[in-house]
């Protein structure tokens, strides 16, 4: 099929990607021209495993070429995948601002070309959002009537930065929210390839079950780190509590998001929680459950704060800035906010993510760190080495081997393991060892 893929983002990227790998014939959008000129050059403008290589292959193979011109991009496809950005406003509501711009856009163009286009809304966005904010606009812009003149799906996306290319290929669902069998059947061949069940169920259900995955997954992480804190006021070894009661094979628990950790953080958990709970205020609708789960994490990155702390150092070397380790995504990531309020209060800090590093590099995320964050940008070190040398506290919230391999053992550095690092067994019995997520 011949698809169009408006922005070139985490989830724009990696669609587009994929999907030339499947055979598609692909053309990527994006208003930023970094962005549309690395996939132009074959690489890609984010940090991801296998989507580098991905990107230069499909790209060589002529199935993946990206433009900023909305007109061209569909008049070369009959499907448009819409993956632009929905982030939280001021007051926890959800952004629409991106994605009403790009349907007036897409509306337009397809008015000017005739014949029948169907656009897939693969963003995140609140239930009623496409049927009652971009179907009009589609309509209005395009000059027809949606699931006549043209197709309308949606279809959210439930990758895990980090594990991306992989999840595409090997996906936990597919949901396929349609507005008539025509538009759904459009959505159902672009993945005829890929593995899983596929869900095909009305516009607005399929809204509301990207915001029931992301919301369990942070009361997950937020029971599992809730948990880990009081088992460690109590002298109890979380992750042994944890992995009993995950093998009860009765309770038949999924393990993922439960792992005593760090605080949660990215661009989807936290402003889709936000968005919802701002939703449930808004329909008068009770959500005390929902409405803790924020602030159950920031008491967590709160609890770390406190552990550095109590260490009484003030030399502080930081491992690890994106919001997990495997991306250089820095939105809200607790590493960032970590690091902000401990410059905040004094601290000599100096920092270590060779993810970002590498973003910076290739000019992905330079813009974010340059504008958002300068204040870190000047602390950021080239090297595992420079952070240990200046270090009397490390904190350790990546798994990236080359730092995991340098950290010292007893010789004086405080380690304090945010993550539960892979020899924390180990580590537990040295001094200096501080775990936060025990
Ligand atoms: P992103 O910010 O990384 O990418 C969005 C891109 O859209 C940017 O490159 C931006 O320049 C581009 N854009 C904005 N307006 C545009 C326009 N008019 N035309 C063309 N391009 C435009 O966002 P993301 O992380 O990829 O997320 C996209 C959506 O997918 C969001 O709704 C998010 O909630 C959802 N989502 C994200 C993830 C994730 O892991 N990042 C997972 C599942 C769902």
Not at 257 to 271: M, V
Not at 422 to 430: F, L, Q, S, T, V
């Amino acid at each position: 099929m011949r698809v169009s893929v408006f922005g070139l983002g985490y989830v724009g990227c990696v669609s587009a990607a994929c999907l030339a790998s499947l055979g598609h014939e692909v053309i990527g959008v994006d208003v930023n021209q970094v962005k549309v000129d690395l996939v132009n050059d074959g690489k890609a403008p984010l940090v991801e495993e296998r989507i580098g290589e991905l990107i230069a292959e499909v790209v060589r193979a002529g199935s993946l070429r990206a433009t900023t011109d909305v007109r061209e991009a569909i008049m070369d496809s009959e499907v448009s995948l819409i993956c632009v950005g929905t982030p939280s406003e001021p007051n926890g509501s959800l952004c629409t601002t991106y994605l009403e711009r790009v349907t007036e856009e897409i509306g337009a163009a397809v008015a000017e070309r005739g014949g029948r286009q169907t656009v897939v809304f693969r963003s995140t966005m609140l239930p009623g959002t496409c049927l009652n904010l971009l179907v009009p606009i589609l309509e209005k812009h395009a000059g027809g009537t949606a699931g006549v003149d043209f197709g309308v799906a949606v279809n959210p996306e439930f990758l895990r930065e980090g594990t991306s290319v992989r999840d595409f290929f090997d996906p936990p669902k597919t949901v396929i929210g349609e507005l008539d069998p025509a538009s759904g059947d459009v959505v159902a061949a672009l993945y005829d390839e890929v593995p899983g069940e596929v869900f095909r169920v009305p516009i607005p259900t399929a809204e509301a079950i990207k915001y029931a995955d992301n919301a369990f997954h942070g009361l997950k992480i937020g029971f599992a780190n809730e948990l880990g804190a009081v088992c460690r006021a109590l002298g109890v070894d979380s992750h042994q509590v944890i992995d009993v009661f995950l093998a009860d094979r009765k309770l038949n628990i999924s393990p993922a998001y439960l792992r005593p950790g760090f605080a949660f953080g990215g661009s989807c958990l936290p402003k889709d929680l936000r968005s919802l709970v701002h939703a449930a205020q808004r329909a008068d609708v009770s959500v005390p459950i929902l409405s803790h789960v924020l602030p159950s994490n920031a008491d967590h990155l709160q609890r770390a704060v406190e552990l550095v702390e109590r260490t009484g150092r003030r030399r502080v070397g930081l491992f690890g800035l994106s919001f997990k380790p495997g991306t250089d995504d820095l939105r809200e990531s607790p590493l960032v906010e970590l690091a902000e309020r401990l410059f905040g209060k004094g601290y000599d800090l100096r920092i270590y993510d060779p993810n970002v590093n590498l973003s910076r590099l290739l000019g992905a995320n330079r813009e974010y760190i340059e504008t958002r964050l300068p204040h870190l940008a000047q602390l950021l070190a080239e090297s595992v080495d420079e952070v240990l040398d200046h270090a009397e506290v490390c904190l350790v919230g990546t798994r990236d081997p080359a730092v995991l391999s340098a950290l010292p053992h007893g010789d004086g550095t405080v380690i304090v393991d945010l993550i539960h690092l892979p020899d924390a067994e180990a580590r537990r019995a040295e001094p200096g060892y501080v775990g936060l997520a025990w």
